[in-house]
């Protein structure tokens, strides 16, 4: 679901991500993934590990899909507040925080707050694989996966620039030279 954060912005919102218990499910059931697969893994070992019955895990998500995408979800959330975030000055691709800055110094800044984060969780970059792996673009007809198209519309019409839009931009601006031979 889509909700206006206090500060007047619009963000994604699931109920899930208020609930302690399922926040440490996921916890949990992302490191399994990473570890097991996503394939290997059962509903009954995320159970165990996170300390919870099974009845439990069932009632916050019915099948291992859902868990599977409320997961990637908060991976994708974790990467993004990482990644656009210097301080509290603001993001590290924000046109307003480098106002005058060109396409190729915003693309080395933002490069750097992805590699700093692969590098600190690199759990992150292996869940992400093997979710593209199971799922690639077909999604399994449940809330999660509705809820994670919805996130991802989202995170692309409200996002700051991709990077390859600020790329595009240093093409233009002439910081980013367009002929390169490989």
């Known amino acids: 679901s889509i909700r206006e954060a206090e500060n007047g912005k619009v963000q994604f919102y699931a109920p899930v991500f208020d ?3 399922a926040e440490k499910i996921l916890n949990v059931a992302t490191q399994l993934f990473v570890d097991q697969g996503l394939r290997a893994t059962e509903m009954k070992d995320v159970a165990v590990k996170a300390g919870v019955n099974r ?3 069932y009632r916050r998500f019915a099948t291992k ?11 994708i ?4 507040a990482a990644t656009t975030t210097t ?3 603001g993001s590290i691709l924000d046109p307003f925080i480098f106002q005058g800055a060109n396409g190729y110094e915003r693309l080395k800044f933002g490069l750097h707050g992805y590699i700093a984060q692969f590098l600190k969780f ?10 593209d792996s199971i799922y690639g673009d077909i999604y399994p007809d449940i809330q999660a996966a509705d809820e994670y198209k919805e996130f ?3 995170a692309e019409a409200v996002s700051l620039p991709s990077l390859a839009e600020i790329i595009r931009e240093g093409m233009i601006d ?3 030279k367009t002929d390169l031979e490989p």
């Open 55 to 57: 009845r439990m895990l």
């Open 77 to 80: 959330k974790s990467i993004q």
């Open 65 to 75: 899909d859902n868990l599977a995408f409320y997961a990637m979800i908060k991976v």
């Open 87 to 89: 301080d509290r000055q």
């Open 152 to 154: 991802i519309n989202l």
């Open 174 to 176: 002439g910081s980013i």
């Open 19 to 21: 609930d302690p218990i």
């Open 122 to 131: 690199p759990d992150q970059v292996i869940f992400i694989a093997k979710f």
